[in-house]
């Protein structure tokens, strides 16, 4: 049983669904616009998957998908009525890990539910290593997703603590975007390539000089750790 926050202003999608995913067992949180979905997000550390409308008041599945994201790796997936290609690709750019466009099957976005929840819990047992990195000033905290350069804190969301990490585990190794995804966001991931591709060049400006001289990117196919 999972613990499934289902954010919606439509009472009768939140219904609909939330029906469905109580017979499978999982216990819903439902909240009626995004301001309401972090305040819960907030509040339980337990969440397992979000499923976000979109269009919501006060705050938008976009936003409330990027603030999460800056967390948390929990599961999100995004549900609208908006099927243009735009409106898919800002959500993966958010940081979701899948789209469901309205109306759809109760039964496939179950199964989308379940495959996103065995994935989460696989990329869980991934995450072992705990024994600190240090490259020149930078050094990499896993036990506490801390990376400081020279004793200063940068602040980095999780997927780009994950690519940082990933990265200097393996200095010179070339990852490909396509490993990248497969690895860090799970291999049911339908978004594209991009997605590493912004997520790298966040990381980049955040570590500033280092990130300029180590993250390098090999044309064409994705990016490495320099070793030299």
């Given amino acids: 049983m999972a613990k499934i926050l289902i954010a919606d202003d439509e009472q ?33 550390k337990d969440l397992e998957l979000a499923l976000l409308d979109i269009m919501m008041p006060e705050i938008d599945g976009w936003e409330v998908c990027r603030k999460i994201r ?6 999100v997936i995004l549900v609208s009525a908006r099927s243009q ?28 539910v379940e495959t996103l929840l065995k994935r989460g819990t696989n990329l869980k047992r991934k995450d072992k290593n705990t024994d600190d990195i240090t ?14 350069i020279d004793g200063e804190k940068i602040e980095l969301t999780l997927k780009e603590f994950k690519i940082l990490t990933k990265l200097c585990n393996a200095p010179g190794r070339v990852y490909t975007r ?32 280092w990130g300029i001289k180590y993250i390098i990117t090999v044309y064409g196919t994705g990016y490495k750790l320099n070793d030299k």
């Avoid at 690709?89 to 976005?109: C, N, Q, R």
């Avoid at 594209?192 to 912004?198: A, K, L, N, P």
């Avoid at 790298?200 to 000089?209: M, N, P, Y």
């Fill in 70 to 75: 800056e967390k948390s790796d929990l599961p």
């Fill in 12 to 44: 009768l999608i939140r219904k609909l669904i939330g029906d469905c995913l109580k017979k499978e067992g999982h216990q819903v949180l439902e909240a009626e616009n995004g301001e309401i979905a972090l305040r819960l997000f907030e509040a339980n």
């Fill in 85 to 112: 290609d735009f409106d898919q690709i800002m959500g993966f750019e958010s940081g979701a890990d899948d789209y469901v466009t309205k109306p759809f099957s109760l039964a496939v976005l179950s199964r989308r």
């Fill in 178 to 209: 396509d490993a990248l995804l497969d690895e860090l966001w799970g291999m049911d991931y339908t978004g594209d390539t991009r997605t590493v591709d912004s997520h790298v060049a966040r990381l980049r400006t955040k570590l500033g000089d």
């Fill in 135 to 148: 490259i020149e000033n930078l050094t990499i905290r896993p036990s506490s997703y801390e990376v400081t």
